[in-house]
């Protein structure tokens, strides 16, 4: 089967995979007893870091040092372009870079479109490998019309819904941060930010998030805008990825974001190893090191091992 017809054929399965939403779907696979998480390698001045050897790679659960079962390079990847619909809709200004973007990914990459209202994601695209198609699905986010909702609990849909893809998974979510539906209170973190986090680890997604102030004349307080931003920092550092945002001013540009995610993503290793999660399953911290120079990983706060026997 050549590459264009087995593309097809994926993008066709993976459509029909995501009307079909099940519990089910909310893991990625794993085999019995292990649990496969992302790192992400970043290269500190001009260090390599596009062909990392298991042999110079250390897993730590505590002063404990436990042993790799595999350590190989992430290829497969599905990728979620996550937009807030409650966003000021002067970033349709910025799409042009979010499609060069898309047009950027590898051939190995399938990418869906989606935006948050009504705590929910409605899919404009689902995932594709065909990038000219996910592009097309990319238009003005609704702004004050989209009011009301929480960009943590819109995610929380997406992954409660997400097909029984590969392991490797990632969310771009472009938004402010503001929780209009739960976040009225006087907390530093969202109530609905905890489970987001969990879920994504558990479903080894990394989150990376863009800081877009929203449309709301409500939404430029410093207050408000600063918990925000704390809230996906938060977020994005969790699970394994990065946060992006310069004060609470509109972006010049997203590109610069964009380029750096991109780097990150071409540069990510999957690391299996055996874990009892008991009956339920739990989460675990866990430290990936290196003996490179100039090489540092970014991974999740925590792990989920999967119940034994799983």
Do not use: C
């Not at 990459?109 to 592009?135: C, E, H, W």
């Not at 977020?235 to 540009?253: I, K, N, Q």
């Amino acid at each position: 089967m050549n590459k264009h017809k087995y593309a097809a054929v994926v993008g066709a399965l993976l459509a029909v995979a995501f009307l079909a939403p099940s519990l089910a779907h909310a893991q990625a696979k794993q085999t019995s007893g292990n649990a496969t998480f992302t790192v992400t390698a970043v290269a500190k001045k001009e260090a390599d870091v596009s062909d990392i050897s298991k042999d110079n790679v250390q897993l730590f659960q505590g002063k404990e040092r436990k042993q790799i079962g595999d350590w190989k390079k992430g290829d497969t990847l599905f990728l979620a372009i996550l937009i807030d619909d409650s966003i000021d809709s002067g970033a349709g200004g910025q799409w042009q870079y979010l499609k060069d973007f898309i047009m950027a990914q590898p051939p190995s990459t399938s990418v869906m479109v989606g935006y948050i209202s009504n705590n929910g994601t409605r899919v404009a695209q689902d995932f594709t490998p065909d990038k000219t198609l996910a592009t097309k699905a990319l238009r003005l986010p609704m702004g004050v019309g989209a009011l009301g909702s929480s960009p943590y609990l819109g995610t929380i849909d997406l992954l409660k819904r997400w097909p029984e893809t590969g392991v490797r998974r990632s969310i771009i979510l472009i938004t402010s941060g503001i929780d209009y539906f739960r976040g009225s209170g006087f907390g530093l973190f969202y109530p609905d930010l905890d489970p987001l986090i969990s879920r994504a680890q558990r479903q080894n997604t990394n989150i990376w998030s863009i800081y877009y102030p929203s449309a709301s004349h409500r939404g430029h307080s410093y207050w408000l805008g600063n918990t925000a931003q704390n809230n996906i920092d938060k977020l994005s550092e969790d699970t394994g990825a990065e946060s992006y945002f310069l004060g609470l001013g509109m972006p010049v540009s997203i590109k610069p974001y964009l380029d750096e995610i991109s780097g990150h993503l071409s540069n990510q290793y999957l690391l299996t190893f055996a874990g009892d999660g008991g009956k339920k399953g739990k989460y675990q911290s866990v430290k990936v090191k290196t003996d490179l120079q100039d090489v540092e990983f970014m991974t999740p706060a925590s792990v989920f091992l999967p119940p034994s026997g799983q």
